[in-house]
C-alpha cells in the first residue's frame, strides 16, 4: 500500500496493489480532505463560546445580624365548580379565597410590610384550572410590586401537597 502523488491529475491517491502487481484498489483523498475541512470550518463557525456563569447560591447579612432569606411565597389556584367556572385562591397556608381582590391586598400588605419586591411569588395552578384565572394571580402579584412571579408545573405542585 502506497500513498503517492500523481502529476497527471494532481490529487493524492490511495492505492493498493496486488502481489501480481496490479492495481486493485484506487480511492481519492482529496474529496474526502476538503469535506473534512468544511465541517471543520462549519463547526469553529457555527459554535458559541459561553463562560460559565459563576454564581453561588448563598445567603448575605442583613445589617441586623440576620440571614436575609427569600421564602417563596406560594399561590395555590384550584377550580371550583362541577365546569370549572371560578377559582379558589389561597397564599401559603392561609384561608382560602374565590376573590382575587383578596390575594391582591393580601400580596400587597406583604411588600409593603417587608419592604422587599424581590421575594419569589411561585403560583400553583392545577391543570384543570382555566388559565384566566391564573393571569388574574399573576397581575395581582405584578401589580402588587413583586419582581419576582413564577409558575410552577403540576408534577411539581403534585409534590407539595
Known amino acids: 500500500m502506497a500513498l503517492k502523488k500523481t502529476n497527471s491529475d494532481r490529487r493524492f491517491v490511495f492505492q493498493a496493489r496486488h502481489r501480481s502487481g496490479r492495481k486493485a484498489l484506487s480511492v481519492t483523498l482529496t474529496p474526502m480532505i476538503d469535506v473534512t475541512f468544511q465541517l471543520l470550518l462549519y463547526f469553529l463557525l457555527t459554535t458559541t463560546f459561553i463562560a460559565p456563569e459563576k454564581q453561588l447560591m448563598g445567603t448575605v447579612p442583613s445589617p441586623s445580624g440576620r440571614p436575609s432569606i427569600l421564602l417563596p411565597i406560594h399561590v395555590v389556584v384550584e377550580p371550583v ?13 392561609g384561608a382560602p379565597t374565590q376573590d382575587v381582590g383578596e390575594v391582591y391586598a393580601a400580596l400587597a400588605g406583604r411588600v409593603q410590610h417587608s419592604g422587599d419586591t424581590e421575594i419569589p411569588v411561585v403560583i400553583h395552578a392545577n391543570r384543570d384550572v382555566r388559565w384566566a384565572f391564573v393571569i388574574e394571580v399573576f397581575n395581582a402579584a405584578s401589580s402588587s410590586g413583586f419582581t419576582e412571579v413564577v409558575f410552577e408545573s403540576a408534577s411539581q405542585t403534585a409534590g407539595m401537597q
Open 81 to 93: 365548580g362541577a365546569s370549572n367556572e371560578s377559582a379558589q385562591y389561597q397564599i401559603d397556608d
